[in-house]
């Protein structure tokens, strides 16, 4: 008698068991993988939240949005080497290329998929210098003056020390005119760099915790994070006369999606970055939206009135930048001579 | 022995082979994909990425920190766990307890702890800046990191052969009136010398594929502070796979033939002790 009632209960617990994992297979049977770069961590927390709200308000379906950040280039590798991203958000354009041509996952043409070339928000970089500006420093020329110390992570493992990398070649270019004399500028900057960090996190950390270094070369998203989280009496941002205007790009990894059965969740969760909504939500994150009608006016009046040149213009795309200055061999690694 | 003849011990068959697939899968088959890759080049291609400034500076500087570091840890490591072994002292077993955590910290907080300790703002860094020594984001920082995680391997392989080393003999070498020196010389060191070795080699290897703690510390700068695990990672995220490949693959056989010799040394040190410690034989029998 008390094994049979023993045997009837462990039956129920195992079917209440079977139905219960069932339950949840069925709540979690949508999951979107976000591949994206280090600064965006807090934007993206944000963002996913609204968008499975809307998700579910529009299809009734839940969605469960998982997030990856790290090294823009060390996200795309891990993508190429199978990470099951459905759609990747990074910091800089070769770095989706890399993906669309090592793995056939995204079509060439991604870039003219979404609106401004696939970059729902676009940044820039400015000089981070300690309070008080002590070593006075203004504009870039002032980078390459003897005795002063440039904090930027190594354009060869980081996208944000890429964009820096664009940004003084672009102020040199623009204001020198040859290609040899901007690369002597920008020769000159590294040689004033005591440390170079892998990442653009590293970087922050080093000048911020470590103190060394009298100017930090950083996105403007990271720049306002750091001067408002570790506060106003210690540094200041310092807007240079001319800089790059950063795009990072988002696409769908289509191989990946259709794999998944996500394909319209894919799209439309990159779609709604477009929506005012989102865009307002990006300038609250110190992104400069693509649409700024919608975003706050207080937000927008953060954002300092500089000339950018994107890479397109400056530097005919990047497939040409990434071949020219960064690949093996290139004018980076001439930069840095054997002493 | 050969295959066919019959073992008193059971299972060898069985053991064998479960060896072979294990050791295939965990150790053999990766490695030869390293090697596999690399051959994609051809031979001048790979001649012409080893020969190149930045790649020689790189593993110079990986293999000559890690020698370095591990010299000096099988010095000091051999008198840490000398003084363990012999003497007692309050708070010992917590020591003896710390001497571990190298093992099972992740290398990455040793790193960022190490720097902001020897940082020119940090404990130590602002004491040693006045007087112009520099370690953090130096070379020195990278032989700092790699004693750290290099540590408990001389400790752990000495320490069991001091104990089983009787201190009489020690004793008994200053009973007959050797000097410290010698006693260290020529009782300790014929003994040690082989666990030494294996603890030598031991934080070698170890040292020279660090990578999570060392780029903390390094200041990363090409010809200068960039260690030859850096240089595969910045080959890799400029998805140059091939050529991190093969920078990887001079690094293996580069440390093997380093462990060979290592080993060579061992086994010569082993007959050496061999034939002191049939010289030793009397004094041991007088003392009884």
């Known amino acids: 008698m008390i094994t049979s009632i023993s045997r009837k209960l462990s039956l129920l617990a195992a079917s209440s068991l079977i139905a219960f994992t069932s339950f949840s297979q069925l709540a979690s049977a949508a999951e979107l993988l976000n591949v994206s770069y280090d ?62 041509e090592k793995t056939g996952k995204i079509p060439k043409d991604w870039q003219s998929r979404l609106p401004n070339n696939s970059a729902p928000y676009t940044s820039t970089i400015v000089l ?85 270094g009298d100017v930090l070369l950083a996105w403007e998203n990271e720049a306002f994070l750091a001067v408002n989280e570790l506060g106003p009496d210690k540094f200041e941002i310092v807007v240079p006369s001319v800089s790059i205007k950063a795009e990072p790009p988002v696409t769908v990894v289509d191989g990946n999606a259709k794999k998944h059965g996500n394909e319209a969740v894919a799209k439309a969760y990159l779609e709604f970055l477009y929506t005012p909504y989102a865009q307002k939500l990006v300038a609250k994150h110190y992104y400069r939206p693509f649409l700024a009608e919608f975003a706050d006016a207080k937000d927008l009046a953060r954002f300092p009135k500089l000339k950018l040149i994107t890479v397109d213009e400056q530097f005919g795309g990047w497939q040409k930048a990434q071949k020219t200055h960064f690949l093996d061999g290139g004018v980076f690694d001439q930069i840095y001579t054997p002493r | 022995m050969t295959f066919t003849s019959r073992s008193a011990l059971p299972g060898f068959h069985l053991a064998l082979g479960y060896t072979l697939v294990y050791l295939s899968l ?17 031979l001048a291609e790979i001649w012409a990425i080893l020969r190149s400034e930045r790649v020689l500076s790189a593993l110079t500087l990986s293999f000559g920190t890690a020698l370095i570091a591990a010299a000096l840890n ?29 093992f099972a910290l992740p290398t990455a907080v040793a790193g960022i702890a190490l720097t902001a300790l020897y940082a020119g703002n940090g404990w130590v860094g602002q004491w040693l ?160």
Request: charged share 20%; proline share 5%.
């Open chain 1, 39 to 100: 600064p965006t961590r807090e934007l993206y927390k944000e963002y996913n939240e609204e968008f499975s709200d809307y998700w579910k308000f529009k299809t009734g379906k839940d969605i469960s949005i998982k997030q990856s950040h790290g090294g823009a280039g060390k996200q795309a590798r891990a993508v190429i080497d199978g990470l099951g991203a459905d759609v990747v958000t990074l910091a800089l354009a070769y770095d989706i290329d890399a993906i669309g």
């Open chain 1, 128 to 212: 981070l210098v300690r309070k008080g500006n002590p070593k006075n420093i203004r504009n870039w020329d002032d980078l390459v003056r003897d005795g002063v110390q440039v904090i930027t992570p190594n354009p060869k493992t980081s996208g944000g020390a890429r964009w820096n990398y664009l940004a003084a070649y672009t102020f040199a270019k623009n204001k020198y005119g040859s290609d040899k004399a901007a690369q002597d500028f920008v020769g000159k900057i590294y040689r004033n760099v005591p440390v170079l960090d892998t990442g653009a996190r590293g970087s922050t950390n080093t000048f911020v915790q470590r103190g060394i």
């Open chain 2, 26 to 42: 965990i150790v053999l088959i990766p490695l030869a994909g390293v090697f596999f890759k690399a051959t994609e080049l051809g």
């Open chain 2, 74 to 102: 099988a010095v000091f490591g051999t008198l840490v766990a000398w003084v363990f072994v012999r003497y007692d002292f309050p708070g010992k077993r917590l020591f003896d307890a710390m001497i571990d955590l190298p």
């Open chain 2, 129 to 288: 800046e006045p007087l112009g020594i520099k370690i953090a984001f130096t070379q020195v920082g990278i032989i700092i990191a790699l004693l750290f995680i290099g540590l408990p391997f001389v400790v752990r392989t000495v320490e069991p052969v001091l104990r089983d080393m009787e201190k009489e003999l020690e004793e008994a070498a200053a009973l007959l009136g050797a000097s410290r020196w010698q006693t260290i010389r020529l009782v300790l060191l014929p003994s040690l010398l082989p666990s030494l070795l294996t603890g030598f080699a031991l934080a070698f290897a170890r040292g020279v594929g660090e990578y999570g703690s060392v780029i903390f510390i390094a200041g990363n700068l090409p010809y200068v502070s960039e260690i030859a695990p850096l240089l595969i990672v910045i080959r890799l995220e400029e998805f140059d796979y091939t050529g991190a490949t093969v920078v990887a693959a001079a690094m293996l056989v580069i440390a093997f033939v380093m462990l060979f010799v290592i080993n060579g040394l061992q086994a010569w040190s082993n007959r050496h002790k061999v034939r002191n410690q049939s010289l030793a034989l009397p004094v041991q029998g007088a003392k009884q």
